[in-house]
C-alpha cells in the first residue's frame, strides 16, 4: 500500500489555528517515526465561499471522496450569518458528510485524569473513564417522511417520523461491533424497544449482526432513557454505546460534558469501507468556530490532535501512535500545562495554541 492520503481542511475561525498545531504534529511523526503522509490542505465553509463564493467546490468534494481520510477545523462565523441558506459555511460541511455517506458518528468520552476535577460528576466516577458512543447519522427521525406542520381541524401538528431499514441498522451495528473489537469487547445497543417498533427492529437487527458475525464481543441492550440515567450514574459500566440518530444525539452530548470543556473533545464519521479497507472518514473536533475568541491565540488545540489521533487509529491502523499521541496530551495535562478554557484554579499562566502544540510535540519526543 502506498502513503497514507490525508486531506486537510482548516475551515474558518480557530479552525486554522488548531490545525497549525495538528501538522506540527503530523511533521512530529513523519520526521521522528518515518510515519508519512500525503497531506494535501484545501478550503472549506467561509473559506471556500471568500474564494469560490460555495462553501465546498466541486474539486474539493472530489478530493475528499479520493483520500483515506479528511481532517476538518470547523466553520462559521459572523461574516456569513446573512448568506443565503445553501451558501453558509455549514453547507460545505452537510455536503461532505453526505456525500461521503458517512452513517456511523463516533464520539469519545475520554477523561483525562488531569482534567477530572473539571467534570460536574464525582472524580472517581470519570477519573479513567474512556467509552465511545456510536451515533446512527443518517437516517432516523431527522431524516423519516412524512414530516412538516399540518392543519387538523382547528390546529394544528407537527410530524416527524422514525424510520430505520434493516440495511441501516445492520451497518452501524457492524461498524460498533468493529470498534469495539479494538477497544474494550463490549458494545451496549440502547433504544425504546418497549414503545417504538423501530426499536423492537432495532434490536432484533444487532442480535442478528452479533450472533451471525460478532459473537466473541460482549453485547447487551439497554433503553436509551435508562441508559441516560447509567450514564451519569456510573458510566465506566460501558465501552462503545451504539444508538441511532436521536438518541444519539442526546446520550452523545451528555457523556461528552462528564469529561470538561468543548476543547478536548474529538469526533469521527465513518461511512462504508473503500477498495482498500478504509471506511470513508472525516475526523473533526466538536467545537465550532469561536469567534470570540478567534485570532488571539487562545484557542485549545487538543480537540483537533485528539481528532488526528482518531485518525491514526481508525483510517491508518496505527492505534500504537494514537494511543503514544494520547499518552503525550495526558502527560502534559498532569504537569499542569493549561489553555484559557481549562483554567479552574487560581495562579496558572494559560499556554497559546501554539504553545500547547509545542508541549505536546516536545511530550512526544521524550516518549521514544
Ligand atoms: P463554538 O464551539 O464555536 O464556541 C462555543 C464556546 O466555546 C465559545 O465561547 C468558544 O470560545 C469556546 N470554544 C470552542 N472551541 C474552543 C477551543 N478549541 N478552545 C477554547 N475555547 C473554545 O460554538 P458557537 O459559538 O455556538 O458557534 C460559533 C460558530 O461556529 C458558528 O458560526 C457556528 O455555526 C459554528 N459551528 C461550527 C461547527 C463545526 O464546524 N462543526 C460546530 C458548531 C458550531
Redesign the pocket.
Known sequence: MGKSSLLILP?D??GPE?MVEVRKIIDWFGSNLGLDFDVTEDLVGGAAYDAHSTPLHDETMAKALNVDAVLLG????PKYDNLDFNLKP?RG?LRLRKEMDLYSNLRPAQCFDALADFSSLKTEVVSGLDIMIVRELTSGIYFGEPRGIVTEGKERVGINTQRYKESEIERVARSAFELAKRRGNKVCSMEKANVMESGVLWRETVDKVHQAEYSDVELSHMYADAGAMQLCRWPKQFDVIVTDNLFGDILSDTAAMLTGS??MLPSASLGAPMENGRPKALY??V???????AGQG???PI?CILSFAMALRYSFDEGVEADRLEQSIENVLSKGAR?H?LLGEEGITPLSTSEMGDAIVEALAESV
Open positions: 475551515g475561525g480557530i488548531v470547523a466553520v462559521g462565523g455549514e460541511l468543548l476543547g473533526e473536533p467545537h465550532g468556530s469561536a469567534p470570540d475568541i487562545k484557542a485549545n480537540a489553555t478554557d
